[in-house]
């Protein structure tokens, strides 16, 4: 199930009709189960995602989403800039 949450596909689903939350949700889920998600991950500190995220979202889904990154031991300077 991670793989295919982590596929092209799945993730450019995620990030073009999901909102903050969905984001902020799965990339959580997956940094609670340990399990990486680098396409994912790259995808959400987008600048473009961030932006979104920053407009539509609520700070807890920033602090979820940044969170997660973290705890995967991603970088994501976008997403740290924006915040």
Do not use: C, F, K, Y
Not at 2 to 27: C, F, K, L, W, Y
Not at 50 to 56: C, D, G, W
Request: proline fraction near 5%.
């Amino acid at each position: 199930l991670a793989r295919a949450i982590d596929s092209e596909e799945v993730v450019m689903r995620i990030v073009r009709e999901g909102r903050p939350q969905h984001m902020a949700n799965t990339i959580w889920a997956m940094a609670t189960l340990g399990v990486r998600a680098p396409t994912l991950a790259r995808a959400i500190d987008s600048e473009e995602v961030v932006m979104r995220i920053v407009r539509e979202g609520r700070p807890q889904h920033m602090a979820n989403t940044i969170w997660a990154m973290a705890t995967l031991g991603v970088r994501a300077p976008t997403l740290a800039r924006a915040i």
